[in-house]
């Protein structure tokens, strides 16, 4: 069905290298109390697979900070890792809720009754059927799903056409290297991007190892060192909905 155009709310700040240093300034002591949960969250479970490395991590806590949504969504939950770092921004933020979408269930086995009361919702089932017709009016949307081609073109194509311009967007597992593999989710969203001339950031390791220098020089010296998670690769890509 055709969607109505859509709107943008405010004029939205680009996510760049400086924004996000002022970021980490801005909400320095609360990531130092969510970073010290999400580390107890793994010592008391851990067999749980956790995806999302620190700096990417913190990113999406402090865009979730930033943008204060109402309704988040987030494709691809698979232990939890990542929707307690959603979760945990929008306690933060005293409003907002996570509809989380998923082939499997096991995230709901780690999120704490208290993190989840009011503000989580999991839908279980392939996501390209549970958003068809979503009716969310989305202000945040996180994917980390299927890392396919296939998949993407399934987002970019049906789901992108439902968020309104500004609202920030990330998809992970798009920068393990240099550049995304050919045939890959990575490729079609970028390509996707560039069509629209549309700017996104990253803190890779591999494909921008500036940024990635910068922000953990900063964290250094916020006293944010202590690691949260063993992976340092930060493939994610974030941009604004152009
Ligand atoms: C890489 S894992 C997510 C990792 C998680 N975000 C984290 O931080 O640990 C990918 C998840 O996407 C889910 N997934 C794959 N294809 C999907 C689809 N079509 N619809 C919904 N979920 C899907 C898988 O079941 C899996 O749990």
């Known amino acids: 069905m055709p969607h109505p155009p859509i709107e943008p709310r405010v004029t939205p700040t680009g996510i760049t290298l400086s924004h996000v240093e002022s970021l980490y300034r801005k909400y320095e002591n609360d990531l130092r109390q969510v970073r010290a949960e999400q580390r107890a969250v793994r010592h008391r479970n851990p067999t749980l697979k956790a995806q999302l490395d620190d700096l990417e991590a913190e990113i999406t806590y402090l ?17 939890g890792w990542s ?11 005293g409003t907002g809720r996570l509809f989380t979408h998923d082939l499997i269930d096991n995230a709901r086995r780690n ?12 839908v279980h ?3 390209r059927q549970t958003l068809r017709e979503h009716g969310h009016d989305i202000d945040y949307l996180f994917i980390d799903a299927a890392h396919t081609a296939k998949f993407a073109r399934w987002f970019v ?5 439902t968020v309104r311009s500004g609202v920030p967007v990330s998809v992970h597992d798009v920068f393990h290297g240099r ?8 490729r079609v969203v970028l390509s996707w991007l560039a069509e629209r001339h549309a700017a996104y950031f ?4 591999a494909a921008a190892p500036p ?8 964290k250094a010296a916020l006293d944010l060192t202590e690691r949260v998670h063993d992976g340092r690769d930060d493939p994610m890509l974030f941009f604004r909905m152009p």
Not at 63 to 79: C, K, Q
Not at 211 to 218: C, G, H, K, Q, R
Request: net charge negative; proline share 7%.
């Open 63 to 79: 865009l979730v900070r930033d943008n204060r949504p109402e309704v988040a969504v987030e494709i691809g939950s698979l232990h």
């Open 211 to 218: 940024v990635n220098e910068a922000l953990t020089v900063l």
């Open 157 to 161: 194509g049906e789901l992108f056409p």
């Open 179 to 186: 550049r995304p593999w050919p045939l890959s989710e990575g």
């Open 83 to 93: 929707t307690n770092w959603l979760l945990r921004a929008l306690r933060d933020n």
């Open 111 to 122: 999120v704490a009754p208290e993190l989840a009361a009011g503000r989580w919702t999991f």
């Open 125 to 127: 089932g392939d996501a």
């Open 202 to 205: 990253t803190a890779s390791r």
